[in-house]
Nanobody, 123 residues
């Protein structure tokens, strides 16, 4: 069993920064690939970023490349999403999830999900 708990969301002005955290429990964390997704009201859940189990490879949606950075701390069982130069269109509920399938960007290839944390970017 894997449990994921996100935190760090909030209200920020455009151009600002936030760092999201995802605390994971479960013995499979160190060998898991993890990702971040987001869902805005009325829209489908979309891929944001992910990294391979070894941490050697990272993947980003085109919309966040150069602005967001995903990282992990195995000792703390925590994955982070550093978000800089935030835009109003980044407003969404952000989720972390564990990857089990072959796709990095398809939500259906992730099995465990956190409850989400709200990020609101004002213009």
């Amino acid at each position: 069993q894997v449990q994921l708990v996100e935190s760090g969301g909030g209200l920020v002005q455009a151009g600002g920064s936030l760092r999201l955290s995802c605390a994971a429990s479960g013995r499979t964390f160190s060998s898991s690939a993890l990702g971040w997704f987001r869902q805005a009201p009325g829209k489908e859940r979309e891929f944001v970023a992910a990294f391979s189990w070894s941490g050697g490879y990272t993947y980003y949606a085109d919309s966040v490349k150069g602005r967001f950075t995903i990282s992990r701390d195995n000792a703390k069982n925590t994955v982070y999403l550093q978000m800089n130069s935030l835009k109003p269109e980044d407003t969404a509920v952000y989720y972390c999830a564990r990857r089990r399938g072959s796709s990095w960007s398809a939500p259906e290839d992730y099995d465990y999900w956190g409850q989400g944390t709200q990020v609101t970017v004002s213009s």
